[in-house]
C-alpha cells in the first residue's frame, strides 16, 4: 500500500513539475515577446500599458478577440491556398488526360 502512494505522489509531482514548467516556458515567450515590443516601438508599448491600467478586462478581451480574427484570417488563407492547391492538380490532371488522347 505504501509503495502504491508512493508512486501516485510521485506521479502527481512530477505531471506538475512538468506542467508548471510548461507554463513557466510559455510566459518567458510572452515576456520576450512584449521585450521586443518595448525595444522597438517604445510609444505602442507605452500606450499598451496605459490602457491596461485604465480597463484592463476590456483591453485584454479586445486583444483577444483582434487574436482570434488573426486566426481565423490565417485558416481561411490556409483552405484558400490548399483549395488553389487542388484546383491547379485537377487542371493540370484534365491536361495530361486531353493530350493522352
Given at each position: 500500500?505504501?509503495?502504491?502512494?508512493?508512486?501516485?505522489?510521485?506521479?502527481?509531482?512530477?505531471?506538475?513539475?512538468?506542467?508548471?514548467?510548461?507554463?513557466?516556458?510559455?510566459?518567458?515567450?510572452?515576456?520576450?515577446?512584449?521585450?521586443?515590443?518595448?525595444?522597438?516601438?517604445?510609444?505602442?508599448?507605452?500606450?499598451?500599458?496605459?490602457?491596461?491600467?485604465?480597463?484592463?478586462?476590456?483591453?485584454?478581451?479586445k486583444?483577444?478577440?483582434?487574436m482570434?480574427?488573426?486566426?481565423?484570417?490565417?485558416?481561411?488563407?490556409?483552405?484558400?491556398?490548399?483549395?488553389?492547391?487542388?484546383?491547379?492538380?485537377?487542371?493540370?490532371?484534365?491536361?495530361?488526360?486531353?493530350?493522352?488522347?
Open positions: 500500500m505504501g509503495l502504491v502512494v508512493c508512486f501516485v505522489l510521485t506521479a502527481t509531482s512530477v505531471g506538475t513539475a512538468l506542467y508548471v514548467n510548461y507554463q513557466n516556458n510559455r510566459l518567458n515567450s510572452e515576456a520576450y515577446n512584449f521585450w521586443l515590443v518595448r525595444a522597438l516601438y517604445p510609444k505602442i508599448a507605452e500606450t499598451i500599458i496605459i490602457k491596461l491600467k485604465e480597463d484592463p478586462d476590456g483591453f485584454i478581451a486583444a483577444e478577440k483582434e482570434e480574427k488573426q486566426n481565423a484570417i490565417a485558416a481561411a488563407k490556409a483552405q484558400a491556398d490548399q483549395a488553389d492547391k487542388e484546383q491547379k492538380a485537377a487542371k493540370d490532371n484534365l491536361e495530361k488526360l486531353k493530350s493522352d488522347k
